[in-house]
């Protein structure tokens, strides 16, 4: 049985998931706004940032989040980002789809990650991505952009969010652009924890 294909991703109150520009990375509002996953120990394990961390429901969603994900896909921006910041062993530990027009051999990491370049659009690379995580999850890593297009194209079926209590002013919007006639959505779960609130729903065509 095919799993389903979900995003997750932290968002500040005025609804940004990142800075503008990709330098700003691990900027001060973009830490501001994953401070709630820093201190978790399944993180910090994952990352090999150092042993010990917070344990807790934060912790939990982390790891039940690495735990459903068979592969996760992601475009070009968010590579090009992660490839400048991402260890050595890169935190996936499952194959990686990047959507993009460059031509590029797999690159294959310590740890069990390999990236595959996918030249022919989202739907290609999900393709690819649902035969390989067999019956676990894709998860489609981002960045909005890429999340955008798999969302109106009608593709996902659950996503989360990390409400945290930040605001950005600008910035790259989650949902700038949704085709909001075409998407319809039911509320799975909500729950807070000290740092932000867990929001997940369904994806349903409208």
Do not use: C
């Not at 501001?32 to 042993?51: A, S």
């Not at 031509?103 to 294959?108: A, L, Q, T, Y």
């Not at 949704?178 to 319809?184: E, L, P």
Request: hydrophobic share 40%.
């Amino acid at each position: 049985m095919a799993g389903k294909v979900f995003f997750s991703v932290s968002m500040s109150l005025d609804g940004f998931i990142a800075p503008e520009s990709s330098e700003d990375l691990m900027g001060r509002q973009w830490m501001e706004l994953q401070r709630w996953i820093f201190p978790t120990r399944f993180f910090r394990e994952n990352l090999t940032i150092g042993k010990g961390g917070e344990e807790g429901r934060d912790n939990d969603i982390v790891q039940e989040t690495y735990l459903r994900t068979g592969v996760s896909v992601m475009g070009k921006r968010m590579f090009d980002a992660g490839e400048r910041m991402w260890p050595e062993e890169a935190p996936f530990h499952t194959p990686v789809f990047v959507v993009t027009h460059e031509k590029r051999d797999p690159w294959e990491r310590p740890g069990g990650t390999t990236f595959h370049f996918v030249n022919d659009g989202i739907e290609p690379a999900l393709e690819q991505a649902r035969e390989a995580a067999g019956d676990r999850d894709v998860r489609i890593a981002g960045g909005g952009e890429t999340i955008l297009e798999y969302v109106n194209a009608g593709l996902v079926d659950e996503f989360s969010i990390a409400l945290s209590p930040v605001l950005f002013g600008s910035g790259i919007r989650l949902f700038e652009g949704v085709d909001a006639g075409r998407v319809a959505l039911e509320p799975v779960r909500s729950e807070a924890s000290s740092r932000v609130t867990h929001l997940t729903y369904a994806v349903h065509p409208r």
